[in-house]
């Protein structure tokens, strides 16, 4: 692709991005950043998720992933299913019960200081290191396709990419970003959508039967793996996508942030509902998407990229026509910021709330200077951590982000656990030491489980591990 052209479709976009942020930034109080004022639409918030749960990692990874494990990604997202359904009847009712900001802050009624700092800690490390993966794939193939042909350097386009986040998200906070990940999350299903049109016709499929019929006989299309040792058995997937989704959505400030933006826990439950049936259909895409990619490159001769990751981005922009790249650039761009805008937020309300205590032990005055100067630090907080993943990673950034998840997650979910299914208190500051061994002795079992459990491989259940080892370390050390 003609790198002028790319350069002025990423302009445009973020124009409107700009355009956007300045319609919601006027007539802001200071907890507009934090709530959005309570007054999102619950459609709005439902359909805006979409690109924030699917981001980069969805667009790009997923794919190509196909050529890997098949559809056995699908198994996960049917977990998913059940792990939404436990977020809208469980956690959403507690969470507005309590008028909550930071989700966190209920683990501080629940055990005390000790367990609201550590829930609060493995959330900003683990949303520091998944979003800051997330945006380095995507990056990634904006280096390939515009930076290196200007020659500069990643670290630059990395530093404009994080820059821009800040600027249109530093004032209107989360209610600038339920409106932009509205548009985000257009723009990524726009690409998909033309992109399956577009090999479909080069393949001859005309019609909706037809590319059904195409997917369906595919031997990549296989979506059950009953393979008990394999890390992509059926119900190793579906039980780990239930409780990812639990750790990842509903344990997650920064998407729980934007359900709390809702009027009533009534909307937040509808946003829920509609959310999780058009996320299932969105992932189907995302794999139908991935047989038609393998099948073009097969048909044309086309050698298939060593990494998965890169099959959909060299096809783009190096084989499709210029209408299809130009849409692949907005659909790539959208999906970098749906995730990385609002992480950025969720991270600064959670160390306002959860550690400076923004409301408590500062006068109105100074909190919005001090909440720009916390926006800043995690900007260049993910600038670094991107950098890191540039020299580190090296496998699918799908597998890599549940990877992640599992070791940071897992105490979350043993904390959240035990206090929603017990009666028991704990004593409050063992709590952080049982979450640095927990993670520690799933990685143990994880790396040896081959050897002592009869050729068992762990997958992403490594997470529900993770968290079983907290709960019974909180058994452990509960008061008598």
Known sequence: MDSNLVLVVITSYFALLFLI?????????????????????????AFGMIGASLSGVTFISVPGEVGNSNFNYFQVVMGYTLGYFVIAKVLLPLYYRLNLVSIYAYLENRFGFWSYKTGAFFFILSRTL???IRVFLVAGVLQLILFDQWGIPFWVSVLITVSLIWLYTHRGGIKTVVWTDTLQTFFMLAAVLV??????RDLGILTISEYINTVASDSRSEIFNWNWQSGQNFFKQFISGAFITIVMTGLDQDMMQKNLTCKNIGDAQKNMFWFTIILVFVNLL???????LYLYAETHGIAIPTRSDDLYPLLATTEFTAFAGIVFVLGITAAAYSSADSTLTALTTSYC???LEIEKKYPKNEQVKL????HLVFTAVMFFVILMFRWINDQSVINAVFVIAGYTYGPLLGLYAFGLFTKFQVKDKLVPYLAIVAPIITFLISQNSEKILWGYKFGFEALILN???????LFLIRKK
């Open 21 to 45: 942020s300045w319609f919601t930034s006027r007539n802001i109080s200071k907890d507009t950043f934090f709530t959005g004022d309570r007054q999102s639409p619950w459609f709005l918030v």
């Open 130 to 132: 998944g979003s800051s």
């Open 195 to 200: 992109s399956i049109y577009l090999i479909g």
């Open 286 to 292: 995302f794999l139908s998407l991935g047989v038609l």
């Open 353 to 355: 709330y959860d550690f």
């Open 371 to 374: 909440r720009k100067k916390v």
């Open 467 to 473: 968290g079983l080892l907290m709960y019974l370390g």
